[in-house]
């Protein structure tokens, strides 16, 4: 399994502060939920706790939830006043019934196979309100599949903070799941001689969706989808889905 979660938590921290524009993202989801009167609102993969921050300091009743208690070890510290719990999406329960559930950074890459989707989608229309709205951005498959080679190779060079940082990364198709693709990645860190040492390895599955893949799913798990919308992202096209509970 993913070890950028576990091992690299605090350089995932770190580099995807330089990739994703947290501010830009806090204003989309500020938008979505005001315009829909949204109090309640439990994140889904809140990862190191960069959009909890900024929802908590505006007001809303905010909860994260995240798969790896070494991300939320630093969403601890991010956002010290927040709430947050260790939980995998595709099995949980939530206390109280919510206005909306948010599933951010295209964190439902990692629910590669149906089942996975399913079992997600029905313990969040469970936790939700009759009513209540799920919203999430996801990879957009008829976008990234086209022109995909069979192996790509990408090198990122970032710097946070003081720390330069370099990532090797090998993305390889494999359609086993269904619009999922391999990604291994070697991480490096420039030491004080100037050379980039290695800090770790990480290989992970991921899928992007159709939108009329993820409509479907949405219908037989008891959601209606009320909005689609393109959204950009530093890597990558996504769509961003809002669908009601019925
Ligand atoms: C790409 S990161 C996005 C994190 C955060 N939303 C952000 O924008 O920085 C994906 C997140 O999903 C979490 N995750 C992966 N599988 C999960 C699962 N089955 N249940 C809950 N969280 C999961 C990972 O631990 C990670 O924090």
Same mark, same amino acid.
């Not at 004080?192 to 799913?217: C, H, M, N, P, V």
């Given at each position: ?14 580099? $995807? ?44 009743? $905010? ?45 439902? &890459? $990692? ?30 498959? &008829? ?104």
């Amino acid at each position: 399994m993913s070890k950028l979660y576990t091992n690299l938590a605090n350089v995932y921290h770190e580099i $995807y502060q330089t990739l994703f524009d947290y501010d830009e993202e806090f204003k989309f989801y500020d938008k979505h939920l005001k315009e829909n009167e949204i109090k309640s609102v439990v994140e889904i993969g809140c990862g190191t706790g960069n959009l909890a921050k900024r929802l908590h300091e505006a007001g809303y009743e $905010y909860l994260g939830i995240d798969l790896f208690d070494e991300m939320l070890k630093i969403a601890k510290t991010t956002a010290p006043l927040a709430k947050f719990r260790q939980a995998d999406a595709r099995n949980f329960e939530l206390q109280e019934k919510q206005d909306c559930v948010i599933i951010t950074g295209r964190s439902i &890459s $990692y629910l590669t196979s149906n089942n996975d989707l399913i079992k997600a989608f029905n313990c969040i229309a469970n936790g939700l309100k009759q009513d209540g709205l799920l919203m999430f951005d996801a990879i957009d498959a &008829s976008k990234l599949f086209v022109g995909f080679t069979y192996e790509k190779l990408d090198t990122l060079l970032t710097t946070y903070s003081s720390n330069e940082y370099k990532r090797i990364s090998k993305s390889k198709k494999n359609l086993q799941f269904g619009w999922t693709w391999d990604w291994e990645s070697e991480y490096f860190m420039k030491n004080q001689d100037g050379e980039y040492e290695k800090i770790g390895e990480d290989f992970s599955t991921l899928r992007a969706f159709l939108q009329d893949e993820l409509s479907l799913f949405l219908k037989i798990t008891g959601f209606e989808l009320v909005n689609l919308l393109p959204k950009k992202s530093y890597a990558w096209d996504d769509n961003f889905f809002i669908a009601k509970k019925v």
